[in-house]
């Protein structure tokens, strides 16, 4: 089955610094990739839409310059939390959507607890 | 403004028996509605999805129920087991492929 490896699985780093989260399309390709995050008890909050070779998509409320998405190949998406701060903490998720399946999988990492302190 | 709501924050069910999960969307656009159940600390595992050109899709213990007219779902899961215990993602989309909207959970807790 489709994999979706994310690393690190969990960070802790100093305020006013930048960390990077990887997510990696095992054994397909991956044109789109999304990225999530979850603060505790309340759901999965898209943050933007990564597409292979252009400009990732943000969501409302979400700042590009702040969380840099990069998917320059078609198996990598990253996330560049930049100038981190204590509210950046929370659990951050990233998607792949495979395309050559019947019936559209969305499968995920095993996601990224960032704690910034 | 929440488009997919899951009301019940939490479920608990005896093992052997059957659990049913609710969710409500508001966007008649949604035609793709998922289900994943999710673990702690861990990305969501896809469980089933529905079309909207279906009313129900089986797999397994797990059946999914989709009421266009209703705008309401559900997943029933038959018979509940003790490793079902987690929490359960309702997710719908504009289109398949297209970008995810979840509902917050229900955390589903089955008692042997």
């Known amino acids: 089955g489709a994999v979706v490896s994310q690393h690190p699985s969990r960070v802790i780093c100093k305020s006013g610094t930048s960390v990077k989260i990887e997510c990696r399309s095992l054994d397909f390709q991956a044109t789109t990739m999304f990225w999530y995050r979850q603060f505790p008890k309340q759901s999965l909050m898209l943050m933007a839409t990564?597409?292979?070779?252009?400009?990732?998509?943000?969501e409302q409320g979400v700042e590009k310059d702040k969380f840099l998405i990069n998917h320059a190949s078609l198996t990598l998406s990253t996330l560049t939390v930049t100038s981190a701060h204590p509210e950046d903490s929370s659990f951050y998720i990233c998607?792949?959507?495979?395309?050559?399946?019947?019936?559209?999988?969305?499968?995920f990492g095993s996601g990224t607890r960032l704690t910034v302190v | 403004d929440q488009q997919v709501k899951q009301n019940s924050p939490s479920l608990s069910v005896q093992e052997g028996r059957i659990s049913i999960l609710n969710c409500d969307y508001t966007n008649s656009m949604f035609d793709y509605f998922l289900w994943y159940k999710k673990y702690p600390a861990e990305g969501p595992t896809f469980l089933i999805s529905i079309s909207s050109i279906k009313d129900k899709n089986e797999d397994g213990r797990f059946t999914v129920f989709l009421n266009k007219s209703a705008k309401h779902l559900s997943l029933h899961i038959v018979p509940s087991q003790p490793g079902d215990s987690a929490v359960y993602f309702c997710?719908?989309?504009?289109?398949?492929?297209?970008?995810?909207?979840f509902g917050a959970g229900t955390i589903l807790r089955v008692k042997s």
């Open positions: 990564s597409n292979e070779g252009s400009k990732a998509t943000y």
């Open positions: 998607s792949a959507r495979e395309h050559n399946r019947d019936q559209f999988g969305y499968t």
């Open positions: 997710a719908a989309s504009e289109g398949r492929g297209n970008k995810l909207v």
